[in-house]
T-cell receptor
Protein backbone atom coordinates (compact mmCIF):
# COMPACT_ATOMS: atom_id res chain seq x y z
CA UNK A 1 0.00 0.00 0.00
CA UNK A 2 1.25 3.46 -0.86
CA UNK A 3 1.48 5.94 1.96
CA UNK A 4 3.47 7.82 4.54
CA UNK A 5 4.76 6.30 7.73
CA UNK A 6 5.98 8.11 10.80
CA UNK A 7 7.68 6.64 13.79
CA UNK A 8 7.45 6.50 16.67
CA UNK A 9 3.81 7.36 17.38
CA UNK A 10 4.64 8.63 20.86
CA UNK A 11 8.01 9.94 21.98
CA UNK A 12 9.20 11.14 25.34
CA UNK A 13 12.33 13.16 25.75
CA UNK A 14 14.22 14.69 28.60
CA UNK A 15 15.13 18.34 28.42
CA UNK A 16 18.47 18.91 26.74
CA UNK A 17 18.29 15.85 24.52
CA UNK A 18 18.10 15.80 20.76
CA UNK A 19 15.55 13.47 19.23
CA UNK A 20 14.91 12.38 15.63
CA UNK A 21 11.46 11.75 14.15
CA UNK A 22 11.24 9.44 11.19
CA UNK A 23 9.19 10.03 8.02
CA UNK A 24 9.11 7.66 5.06
CA UNK A 25 6.95 7.73 1.93
CA UNK A 26 6.51 5.29 -0.94
CA UNK A 27 4.32 7.54 -3.09
CA UNK A 28 7.26 8.57 -5.28
CA UNK A 29 6.62 12.19 -4.34
CA UNK A 30 9.34 14.76 -4.87
CA UNK A 31 8.32 17.13 -2.08
CA UNK A 32 8.18 16.43 1.63
CA UNK A 33 7.16 18.63 4.54
CA UNK A 34 7.25 18.79 8.33
CA UNK A 35 4.52 20.56 10.30
CA UNK A 36 4.03 21.23 13.96
CA UNK A 37 0.60 21.36 15.60
CA UNK A 38 -0.05 22.72 19.10
CA UNK A 39 -3.30 21.94 20.94
CA UNK A 40 -6.33 23.65 19.42
CA UNK A 41 -4.31 25.23 16.63
CA UNK A 42 -3.63 24.78 12.95
CA UNK A 43 -0.47 23.44 11.41
CA UNK A 44 2.71 25.46 11.06
CA UNK A 45 5.44 24.60 8.58
CA UNK A 46 8.86 23.74 10.02
CA UNK A 47 10.89 22.62 6.97
CA UNK A 48 10.21 21.45 3.45
CA UNK A 49 12.17 19.77 0.72
CA UNK A 50 11.38 19.85 -2.98
CA UNK A 51 14.18 17.59 -4.09
CA UNK A 52 16.82 15.27 -2.68
CA UNK A 53 19.75 17.03 -0.97
CA UNK A 54 17.86 20.31 -0.80
CA UNK A 55 15.53 21.76 1.81
CA UNK A 56 14.23 25.14 2.96
CA UNK A 57 13.18 26.63 6.27
CA UNK A 58 9.52 27.11 6.93
CA UNK A 59 7.89 29.53 9.33
CA UNK A 60 9.20 28.01 12.58
CA UNK A 61 12.55 26.33 11.75
CA UNK A 62 14.50 27.49 14.79
CA UNK A 63 15.57 24.57 16.98
CA UNK A 64 14.94 21.98 14.25
CA UNK A 65 17.08 20.35 11.58
CA UNK A 66 16.38 18.03 8.67
CA UNK A 67 18.13 16.01 6.00
CA UNK A 68 17.00 14.65 2.64
CA UNK A 69 19.50 12.07 1.48
CA UNK A 70 16.89 9.85 -0.16
CA UNK A 71 13.70 10.66 -1.99
CA UNK A 72 11.69 8.43 0.35
CA UNK A 73 12.97 9.77 3.65
CA UNK A 74 12.84 13.13 5.43
CA UNK A 75 13.84 12.82 9.10
CA UNK A 76 13.35 15.71 11.51
CA UNK A 77 15.65 16.33 14.46
CA UNK A 78 14.30 18.31 17.37
CA UNK A 79 17.35 19.81 19.04
CA UNK A 80 17.87 20.99 22.58
CA UNK A 81 17.73 24.53 21.20
CA UNK A 82 13.99 24.20 20.57
CA UNK A 83 12.52 25.96 23.58
CA UNK A 84 9.08 24.39 23.60
CA UNK A 85 9.22 21.11 21.67
CA UNK A 86 6.17 19.38 23.16
CA UNK A 87 3.75 19.15 20.22
CA UNK A 88 2.23 16.94 17.56
CA UNK A 89 4.46 16.58 14.50
CA UNK A 90 3.06 15.74 11.07
CA UNK A 91 4.98 14.80 7.97
CA UNK A 92 3.50 15.21 4.49
CA UNK A 93 4.47 14.66 0.89
CA UNK A 94 3.25 15.86 -2.49
CA UNK A 95 4.15 15.83 -6.15
CA UNK A 96 5.72 19.28 -5.83
CA UNK A 97 3.32 21.77 -7.30
CA UNK A 98 1.09 24.32 -5.62
CA UNK A 99 -1.92 22.48 -7.07
CA UNK A 100 -0.88 19.06 -5.79
CA UNK A 101 -2.45 17.60 -2.70
CA UNK A 102 -0.29 17.01 0.33
CA UNK A 103 -0.82 13.64 1.95
CA UNK A 104 -0.04 13.24 5.62
CA UNK A 105 1.39 10.57 7.84
CA UNK A 106 -0.22 9.55 11.14
CA UNK A 107 1.95 11.91 13.20
CA UNK A 108 4.31 11.70 16.16
CA UNK A 109 3.35 13.11 19.54
CA UNK A 110 6.46 14.42 21.29
CA UNK A 111 6.45 15.14 25.01
CA UNK A 112 9.39 16.71 26.80
CA UNK A 113 9.61 15.69 30.43
CA UNK B 1 1.46 37.51 3.01
CA UNK B 2 -1.25 34.98 2.52
CA UNK B 3 -3.72 34.19 5.26
CA UNK B 4 -6.54 31.75 5.95
CA UNK B 5 -9.38 32.61 8.33
CA UNK B 6 -11.86 30.17 9.83
CA UNK B 7 -14.21 32.11 12.06
CA UNK B 8 -16.17 29.21 13.56
CA UNK B 9 -14.19 27.60 16.38
CA UNK B 10 -16.82 24.90 16.89
CA UNK B 11 -20.30 23.80 15.92
CA UNK B 12 -22.88 21.13 16.61
CA UNK B 13 -24.85 19.53 13.81
CA UNK B 14 -27.55 16.90 13.92
CA UNK B 15 -27.07 13.65 12.09
CA UNK B 16 -28.37 13.70 8.48
CA UNK B 17 -28.33 17.49 8.33
CA UNK B 18 -26.03 19.57 6.13
CA UNK B 19 -23.36 21.81 7.60
CA UNK B 20 -21.35 24.67 6.11
CA UNK B 21 -17.86 25.48 7.37
CA UNK B 22 -16.62 28.95 6.58
CA UNK B 23 -13.23 29.78 5.14
CA UNK B 24 -11.93 33.07 3.79
CA UNK B 25 -8.51 33.64 2.36
CA UNK B 26 -6.27 36.51 1.49
CA UNK B 27 -3.66 36.47 -1.23
CA UNK B 28 -2.48 38.78 -3.99
CA UNK B 29 -1.50 35.80 -6.14
CA UNK B 30 -3.83 34.97 -9.02
CA UNK B 31 -2.79 31.32 -9.05
CA UNK B 32 -3.57 29.33 -5.93
CA UNK B 33 -5.12 26.16 -4.65
CA UNK B 34 -7.55 25.69 -1.78
CA UNK B 35 -7.74 22.49 0.26
CA UNK B 36 -9.91 21.11 3.01
CA UNK B 37 -8.65 18.50 5.46
CA UNK B 38 -10.35 16.53 8.20
CA UNK B 39 -8.55 15.66 11.42
CA UNK B 40 -10.30 13.10 13.63
CA UNK B 41 -9.25 12.57 17.22
CA UNK B 42 -6.59 10.10 16.06
CA UNK B 43 -4.66 13.06 14.67
CA UNK B 44 -4.14 12.07 11.06
CA UNK B 45 -4.92 14.72 8.45
CA UNK B 46 -7.28 13.39 5.79
CA UNK B 47 -7.59 15.22 2.49
CA UNK B 48 -11.20 15.95 1.52
CA UNK B 49 -11.42 18.28 -1.46
CA UNK B 50 -9.47 20.68 -3.67
CA UNK B 51 -10.40 23.83 -5.62
CA UNK B 52 -8.06 25.59 -8.01
CA UNK B 53 -8.26 29.33 -8.48
CA UNK B 54 -8.97 28.92 -12.19
CA UNK B 55 -11.60 26.23 -11.77
CA UNK B 56 -14.93 27.59 -12.95
CA UNK B 57 -17.05 24.96 -11.29
CA UNK B 58 -17.30 24.24 -7.60
CA UNK B 59 -15.48 21.07 -6.57
CA UNK B 60 -17.45 18.10 -5.29
CA UNK B 61 -16.32 14.82 -3.74
CA UNK B 62 -19.11 12.56 -2.57
CA UNK B 63 -20.85 14.28 0.36
CA UNK B 64 -18.34 17.16 0.30
CA UNK B 65 -18.68 20.21 -1.87
CA UNK B 66 -16.76 23.46 -1.94
CA UNK B 67 -18.68 26.70 -2.35
CA UNK B 68 -16.05 28.80 -4.11
CA UNK B 69 -16.74 32.54 -4.37
CA UNK B 70 -13.61 34.01 -5.86
CA UNK B 71 -14.58 37.66 -5.72
CA UNK B 72 -15.35 37.35 -2.01
CA UNK B 73 -12.25 35.18 -1.45
CA UNK B 74 -14.39 32.56 0.18
CA UNK B 75 -14.08 28.75 0.02
CA UNK B 76 -16.70 27.24 2.28
CA UNK B 77 -16.97 23.48 2.77
CA UNK B 78 -20.43 21.94 2.70
CA UNK B 79 -20.96 18.50 4.19
CA UNK B 80 -24.29 17.02 3.22
CA UNK B 81 -26.16 14.36 5.21
CA UNK B 82 -23.84 14.48 8.22
CA UNK B 83 -22.80 11.23 9.83
CA UNK B 84 -21.49 10.53 13.32
CA UNK B 85 -18.11 9.74 11.77
CA UNK B 86 -17.90 13.31 10.50
CA UNK B 87 -17.16 14.51 14.02
CA UNK B 88 -13.66 15.95 13.72
CA UNK B 89 -11.61 19.09 13.31
CA UNK B 90 -11.74 20.60 9.82
CA UNK B 91 -8.98 22.74 8.35
CA UNK B 92 -8.96 25.00 5.33
CA UNK B 93 -5.58 25.51 3.67
CA UNK B 94 -4.11 27.37 0.71
CA UNK B 95 -1.02 27.18 -1.43
CA UNK B 96 0.07 29.74 -4.00
CA UNK B 97 2.30 29.54 -7.00
CA UNK B 98 4.66 32.29 -5.96
CA UNK B 99 4.96 31.59 -2.24
CA UNK B 100 7.05 28.43 -2.56
CA UNK B 101 5.84 25.41 -4.42
CA UNK B 102 3.37 23.38 -2.39
CA UNK B 103 3.77 25.28 0.84
CA UNK B 104 0.42 25.15 2.67
CA UNK B 105 -0.96 27.87 4.93
CA UNK B 106 -3.57 26.52 7.34
CA UNK B 107 -6.47 28.14 9.14
CA UNK B 108 -7.09 27.58 12.85
CA UNK B 109 -9.74 24.96 12.18
CA UNK B 110 -13.39 24.32 13.06
CA UNK B 111 -14.41 21.56 15.48
CA UNK B 112 -17.55 19.76 14.29
CA UNK B 113 -19.59 17.53 16.57
CA UNK B 114 -22.35 15.47 14.99
CA UNK B 115 -25.13 14.48 17.38
CA UNK B 116 -27.65 11.63 16.94
Amino acid sequence: DGGITQSPKYLFRKEGQNVTLSCEQNLNHDAMYWYRQDPGQGLRLIYYSQIVNDFQKGDIAEGYSVSREKKESFPLTVTSAQKNPTAFYLCASSANSYTDTQYFGPGTRLTVL
Amino acid sequence: AQKITQTQPGMFVQEKEAVTLDCTYDTSDQSYGLFWYKQPSSGEMIFLIYQGSYDEQNATEGRYSLNFQKARKSANLVISASQLGDSAMYFCAMSTRTDSWGKLQFGAGTQVVVTP
